[in-house]
């Protein structure tokens, strides 16, 4: 018999970029490609935020803009699943070519722009999946149209529609491919954003409310990643997601792609991704809780990325390439990994490689060379 999963990617590739996404959407919505459930091992889960995740492998967004397939992901055995970016209005995104394989680098390039069915069905999709008890862990990743008066007033929109209907939210300010979006990252920007988000957020919902989270870019210089935590303690962030795509090219590209314009991801990130982490690790002294992301596409990634201070990990790009078993084997590994060095959890092996210090005024890092 032939083993579907082996047959996914390869048809996959074939066809070009967007519409190999668009083609594996459609798999997964149709549950074309069966899932295998594997029971997750114990020492996986992750209690955060008052949440059991059952294990730390999380779906990015971006592959599941419009939230039709969490469930589908969920079943492929991710422990996490963040939908979007979503953005209040409707918007097709930016014009072709905007999605590229660097198959020689294991890499993707986007520009797509947030491009996004809006919030009405989104928050739609995600009601239903409530509505119906569905299981599993489902966030929703928030962003600005392109076109706004006001960008602020966007995001205020995006949180208070969803989340009513979402386990934890994400401010998504750190996509390269919206002009002025990383703005928001800049410190009175920033507080401002995170004091107007926080209040839509707790008057959307009576009960408990759904931990508030903001997506980062990678390319901070040292100062701007300062402000970053400094503003995040302030305003009470409940985590970090390290990080969006690259605008940096880094030494060693191959692929003919290599100088599309457009976010970098997957294998040529891993390291950029990991050094951000640890730094922010140091910077918020292990009080904010990380979400590690970029370039992750193995259990030896992920353990380096917990090991660096990121309590979850998230994926995209890897899939492109690994198919839709991977997550799976990353969890086989990582739970492998974990007990080779003595850890009965992985809370147990969050942020063991950096070194937390303050000399003279600054916190300093210190990643272990440790594999």
Avoid at 260 to 281: C, E, K, N, T
Avoid at 299 to 307: H, L, N
Wanted: proline content about 7%; hydrophobic content about 45%.
């Amino acid at each position: 018999m032939i083993d579907p999963y082996t047959l996914v990617g390869p048809c996959l590739r074939a066809l070009p970029p967007e519409a190999a996404h668009r083609a594996a959407l459609f798999v997964l919505e149709h549950g074309l490609v069966p899932a295998r459930p594997v029971p997750d091992d114990l020492a996986l889960a992750v209690r955060l935020w008052g949440m059991t995740f059952p294990n730390p492998i999380g779906l990015a967004a971006g592959f599941d803009k419009e939230a039709v397939v969490c469930d589908a992901m969920l079943r492929l055995g991710f422990g996490l699943v963040e939908a979007g970016t979503v953005t209040p209005k409707p918007q097709p995104g930016n014009a072709g070519p905007r999605l590229h394989r660097l198959a020689r680098d294991r890499a993707v390039i986007n520009r797509l722009g947030f491009n996004s069915g809006g919030l009405e069905s989104f928050v739609g999709r995600l009601a239903a999946r409530r509505a119906a008890g569905r299981p599993g862990i489902v966030g929703a990743n928030v962003g600005r149209n392109a076109v706004t008066d006001d960008a602020i007033a966007d995001f205020v929109t995006g949180i208070a529609a969803t989340a009513p209907v979402a386990d934890y939210l994400v401010v998504n300010i750190s996509s390269p491919n919206t002009q002025g979006l990383r703005d928001l990252q800049r410190r009175a920007s920033l507080d401002a954003l995170l004091k107007a988000v926080t209040t839509a957020r707790d008057r959307a919902v009576s009960g408990r409310t759904p931990p508030l989270l903001v997506k980062i870019a990678p390319d901070l210089d040292a100062a701007a990643r300062e402000d970053v935590a400094a503003v995040a303690i302030a305003r009470g962030v409940d985590g970090l997601i390290v990080c969006n795509t690259t605008v940096e090219r880094p030494a060693g590209l191959r692929d003919r792609h290599k100088d599309r314009a457009g976010g970098l991801s997957g294998r040529p990130l891993f390291p950029i991704a990991l050094a951000a982490v640890a730094d922010f690790r140091r910077l918020t002294e292990g009080a904010i809780p990380i979400v590690g992301a970029g370039g992750v596409a193995s259990g030896a990634d992920a353990y380096r990325m917990i090991r660096a201070g990121a309590s979850l990990v998230q994926l995209y790009s890897a899939l492109v390439y690994e198919g839709p078993g991977l997550a799976v084997r990353i969890k086989r590994d990582l739970a492998q990994r974990l007990r080779a060095d003595g850890f009965r959890s992985v809370a147990e092996a969050v942020g063991v490689d950096v070194s937390m210090t303050i000399h003279q005024g600054f916190r300093s890092v210190n990643t272990l060379s440790r594999p």
